[in-house]
């Protein structure tokens, strides 16, 4: 069998293990070559002790026989890659699962063959989760979360807030009796893990960080899914972390010209809109938390600008220079 053989038959059985029922033709697609060879790949598979079944007809296909035992593990270089990269960036995820990830790479790495073994072993790379320690979620209470969500069930948890910036957009009232929430979804943002629920003691849509909750022993009864506000959970949470209302827009958004090429701009301006006025400055449409927000991001260029608009911007930009001069006054 030659080593393109053995590449694509290792990519044929991972497309079965990702869905039910493939049809012949689909697999011949996907792989580039012919439904024969399908067939021929498919008796391959089985004689390597996998469980395939097949069906005639013109939607005539494959599936991984239910609750068949697998052989020991085969990847291909894309899948060990993959696997590498998902372990070893475990730090950075903000879930407690460091040393159970390191574990779990190595015992992998062991049934590999050592082409693959190799390459994994050259990817190698540090997450920047360090600043985030004190913020790490138990798994086991991602588990159970993430189940509560899954099965559509009341989920009744403890919660403790801290009145920080670091809390904004969540539920930061004060702790008095177990939150009664109704889990639409769990969301990784920046390193840390945030459910989005409907709070059914004030009939409201919440936001609440994984971090700070303590679910009670068991779960509570199924409910109906709703609508969110905003149409899905990520666009819900980001609306929320940028103060607006249901839309997902800043609260404050404003024009400035900036004495600064287009694509030096914006390359540190991924949210705002930069159209390139010439060789030498651009057009700049930014949102804030504040006016004076918005001004601080445009400041930090070093490089002179004019508020084009709105009014409430200019008169930011006036209340700052004064300050600004106020406080070069006293300067040595």
Request: charged residues 30%; aromatic residues 8%.
């Amino acid at each position: 069998m030659t080593s393109a053989t053995s590449s694509r038959i290792l990519k044929l059985l991972s497309l079965l293990q990702t869905r039910r029922d493939w049809s012949g033709q689909e697999l011949a697609d996907r792989l580039d070559v012919t439904p024969r060879t399908v067939r021929r790949d498919i008796d391959r598979l089985r004689e390597l002790e996998y469980r395939i079944e097949a069906w005639k007809g013109p939607a005539g296909g494959y599936r991984l026989a239910a609750g068949s035992e697998l052989p020991p593990l085969r990847f291909d270089d894309e899948q060990a890659v993959a696997i590498a990269v998902a372990l070893r960036g475990a730090p950075a995820l903000g879930v407690d699962i460091d040393e159970a990830a390191a574990r779990a790479l190595q015992t992998v790495r062991q049934v590999m063959p050592s082409r693959l073994r190799h390459r994994v072993d050259g990817i190698r790379f540090t997450g920047s989760a360090d600043a985030m320690v004190e913020m790490r979620v138990d798994p086991d209470v991602l588990e159970i979360v993430s189940t509560a969500t899954r099965d559509r069930l009341v989920l009744r948890f403890d919660y403790t807030p801290t009145p920080t910036s670091e809390s904004v957009g969540a539920d930061d009232s004060t702790p008095v009796a177990p939150r009664r929430v109704e889990p639409h979804a769990v969301i990784a943002r920046g390193g840390r893990w945030y459910l989005v629920a409907w709070k059914l003691d004030s009939a409201e849509w919440r936001v609440y960080r994984l971090d700070r909750i303590t679910p009670r022993e068991q779960l509570g009864a199924q409910f109906e899914e709703r609508s969110i506000p905003t149409g899905d959970a990520r666009t819900f949470l980001e609306v929320r972390f940028k103060g607006a209302g249901d839309a997902n827009e800043w609260p404050c958004t404003g024009d400035v010209l900036l004495r600064m090429p287009a694509f030096e701009a914006a390359s540190w301006l991924p949210d705002a809109l930069v159209t390139e006025v010439d060789e030498t400055s651009c057009l700049v449409r930014l949102g804030s938390w504040s006016w004076t927000g918005l001004l601080a991001s445009i400041a930090r260029f070093d490089a002179d600008f004019d508020v084009v608009g709105p009014p409430e911007l200019a008169e930011a930009a006036a209340a700052l220079a004064a300050r600004f001069a106020a406080a070069s006054d006293g300067a040595p």
